[in-house]
């Protein structure tokens, strides 16, 4: 394998549908277990917030807000980026660490690296 056509080890993001971001997990996992390319993926991260209101007759309203983005933290080179991309429901890959954390950040409006953020979420320190 060419060194030339690897990406390091980062988050990038697949653009697809609002509320079909866990159905893609599955389907893009599926998919790279398929092929045998399940080792170049580390984990998945769905960006969301919780949305909450009130009906007019008072009654509390909570719904769960997604952006139709789908992080991956994987080893990118051709042949996985190619499996992802071509995944049904997959509208975009961006393929650069730089923009995919422009895009997040842009999204949310955070001021740190979605990187230290992610691990963050998923491992709290104790």
């Not at 997040?104 to 320190?125: Q, T």
Request: proline share 6%; net charge neutral.
């Amino acid at each position: 394998m060419k060194g030339s056509d690897q990406t390091p080890a980062g988050w990038f993001v697949i653009r697809c549908e609002p509320g079909r971001e866990a159905a893609l997990q599955n389907d893009v996992l599926d998919r790279l277990t398929l092929h045998r390319l399940e080792s170049k993926v580390e984990k998945f991260f769905i960006p969301s917030e919780i949305a909450t209101g009130r009906y007019s007759d008072g009654r509390r309203s909570c719904s769960e807000r997604t952006y139709g983005l789908l992080l991956v933290r994987a080893t990118l080179d051709e042949p996985t980026a190619r499996c992802i991309s071509e995944t049904p429901g997959v509208q975009e890959l961006i393929r650069s660490i730089e923009e995919s954390e422009r895009l997040v950040n842009e999204a949310f409006g955070l001021k740190e690296s979605l990187s230290l953020r992610v691990d963050r979420v998923r491992n709290p320190p104790r």
